[in-house]
């Protein structure tokens, strides 16, 4: 699906969340930390800790937080550990990132939006209602609505909606590796929570971005 007609732009963004849109990392671990205070565990996070881990897939984003713990353990810590994250994203939210709440409706405008992340399941939602953004938002998909990778849950949206030049937007490699399985070109966003290598375009903030795309 890749296109080089420099003349003819995107008709749809694809966006991840964590890293792309917002930093709700101190937020996640606020979670994790009082799952493990109520249950009188020793573990301990730090956001650095989970940084490294945003974009990741359930299994092996537990098998990494939770070593020690069955399969079954930490399925069902997980479970927990989520509706405390959608009760804190109600209640304090994250950092969205400058421009993000600016330039959506402006987007919204020129193409068709939609979100794509590896986050559990109704995060998606959490985070929408919080921004103010659900109205802008055509549809998302999230690997805990369906345990898709992420590259099957992009192209169900590419084919779902009938899109023909959409680009997916990201902050790590494995987003770009998971784009180019999608056969959707890759915009990098730098300022997120990884690094990568190839891309079809880098910008530095979501201005940046969004000011590129509403004059292309």
Not at 134 to 146: A, F, K, P, V, Y
Request: net charge negative.
């Amino acid at each position: 699906m890749n296109y080089k007609d420099e003349h003819t732009g995107p008709d749809a963004l694809i966006f991840d969340m964590d890293g792309t849109l917002w930093d709700a990392v101190e937020t996640y671990t606020l979670a994790w930390n009082e799952y493990f205070k109520k249950h009188g565990l020793t573990t301990f996070l730090t956001k650095a800790d989970l940084d490294s881990l945003m974009g990741l897939e359930e299994e092996k984003f537990l098998e990494i937080v939770l070593p020690d713990f069955t399969h079954e353990d930490r399925k069902s810590c997980y479970k927990a550990v989520i509706q405390l994250q959608y009760d804190l994203i109600d209640e304090i939210g994250g950092d969205i990132y400058a421009g993000v709440q600016k330039y959506l409706p402006l987007l919204h405008k020129k193409y068709q939006l939609f979100i794509v992340s590896n986050c559990p399941k109704d995060t998606i939602h959490h985070f929408m209602k919080f921004a103010e953004i659900e109205h802008l938002i055509t549809s998302s998909l999230s690997h805990g609505q369906n345990y898709k990778p992420k590259h099957e849950n992009i192209s169900s949206l590419v084919t779902n909606y009938n899109l023909k030049k959409p680009l997916y937007i990201g902050d790590t490699q494995g987003d770009m590796i998971q784009s180019e399985k999608a056969e959707v070109p890759f915009v990098f966003m730098t300022y997120g929570f990884g690094t990568c290598d190839t891309f079809e375009k880098s910008f530095d903030d979501f201005e940046a971005f969004a000011l590129y795309y509403l004059n292309h």
